[in-house]
């Protein structure tokens, strides 16, 4: 590939490439596409061979423009080269242009492309032999042939078309200094080419030849931005989706599954916040289990773990979608209920005491809890921010614990 491209850099005049990184070179090699400046110059070349005419060298031009803007518009390349074959009829002395390529692995050519007077579907026969025919011979030659008169050439298939072919030009095309196939222009006439026709119809091949290079190098760039924009975007997913899971696991408490200390915080701040700029009222209960140790000491540890994902299992059951459980300390329970009242917060932790109690089996257990609510004229001046509320509320549950299985409330005015 680097060969490919400093032969191409050597094509377009450019200097100094050695230095640069394979993909450097393509990115300097696109950059001077766009800029159409060598292929211009080269056709203003050839027009000054073959015509005087100032008229057609400004049509060359507007023509090869067109082209090498298709060049970013076109992903296939079958389809490219019969636009450029649309192109170079309106301007060349000729009535039908076709391409023949190579097979990927016989000895044939395929005939792909046909524009003019002759279209694809007039050929009788789209698979020609390379060892006898007059496109064959170009091809393994690797020079252009000329069949002046066609009723002359032996090589040549009268059969070939429904329409008259008098003569042809079989001109090899190259990509990568390797020939991949065969251009052909051919005129219903015999002799219809001359010597300076053949000349120009000949450079433009070599032009021509330049120009797919560029088609299929700009079209791998493109495939492979395409490509490393498909794999950029599979590892951002996975990412995502790693992020996910780390983010999940670090706001979960691993033995019960509810949210932790961290999340709960988080939340209570956000709350406070929204509650303070909107006057939306919240409740805050924490809980603490009175019995944990007990049942450590009793039943070992193991059974305290049960004890503990039972609480928070009730504590699942009793919520609502939108209210916040979290385990923030060893046998303490925060929960958060998003627009409850005083009197609705403390039918929860009532509810969930007794289910406490009534659920677990091997012991008498109970909890205690305490409930503080703040909101629109629910006494929000007394709290200077979320840590203040909630270490009010903790110190009514350091006062529940005392009592034990009791349900403590800070009172409003």
Do not use: W
């Not at 002395?93 to 076709?98: A, K, L, R, T």
């Not at 120009?200 to 088609?215: K, R, Y």
């Not at 992020?243 to 599954?257: E, Q, R």
């Amino acid at each position: 590939m680097r060969e490919f491209l400093l032969d191409l850099g050597s094509l377009f005049k450019l200097k100094n490439l050695d230095s640069y990184s394979d993909e450097e070179l393509k990115q300097i090699i696109l950059e001077h596409i766009k800029k159409h400046s060598f292929i211009e110059e080269s056709l203003l070349e050839l027009t000054e061979e073959f015509a005087c005419s100032t008229e057609f060298s400004v049509r060359v031009i507007s023509s090869i423009n067109r082209i090498l803007d298709r060049i970013y518009n076109d992903k296939e390349i079958y389809s490219f080269i019969s636009y450029c074959f649309d192109e170079f009829i309106k301007l060349l002395p000729v009535e039908n242009i076709s391409f023949m390529e190579k097979h990927p692995e016989l000895n044939l050519l395929v005939l792909k492309v046909a524009s003019g007077k002759i279209k694809l579907k007039d050929f009788k026969k789209k698979i020609f032999n390379i060892e006898n025919t007059l496109a064959g011979a170009a091809f393994r030659d690797g020079s252009f042939i000329y069949a002046p008169d066609v009723k002359k050439d032996e090589r040549f298939d009268p059969k070939l078309s429904t329409l008259p072919i008098g003569s042809v030009l079989s001109v090899p095309v190259k990509f990568q200094n390797k020939i991949i196939g065969v251009i052909n222009f051919s005129h219903p006439e015999a002799n219809a080419f001359d010597e300076a026709c053949i000349f120009f119809l000949v450079s433009m091949v070599q032009l021509f030849s330049a120009v797919i290079t560029l088609f299929k190098l700009y079209n791998e760039n493109l495939k492979f931005n395409e490509q490393l924009q498909k794999e950029v975007n599979r590892k951002t997913a996975e990412l995502q989706k790693i992020n996910k899971k780390l983010y999940k696991a670090s706001i979960t408490d691993s033995l019960t599954g509810i949210h932790n200390r961290r999340f709960f915080f988080q939340r209570l701040e956000e709350e406070y916040a929204r509650s303070l700029r909107y006057g939306n009222s919240f409740c805050l209960i924490l809980f603490d289990l009175d019995s944990l140790k007990k049942v450590n000491d009793m039943f070992g540890h193991p059974e305290g773990d049960r004890l503990i994902k039972l609480f928070a299992t009730i504590l699942k059951t009793v919520k609502r979608k939108e209210d916040i459980i979290a385990r923030i300390g060893g046998d303490e329970f925060g929960c958060i209920l998003i627009g409850a009242s005083l009197d609705g917060a403390k039918k929860f932790a009532e509810r969930v005491k007794e289910e406490f109690k009534n659920r677990y089996k091997k012991a008498s257990v109970s909890t205690s809890g305490a409930v503080g609510c703040i909101g629109r004229g629910e006494n929000f001046k007394f709290y200077k921010d979320y840590k203040d509320f909630f270490k009010e509320v903790d110190k009514v549950l350091f006062k529940a614990k005392k009592l034990r299985d009791t349900i403590e409330v800070i009172e409003t005015n």
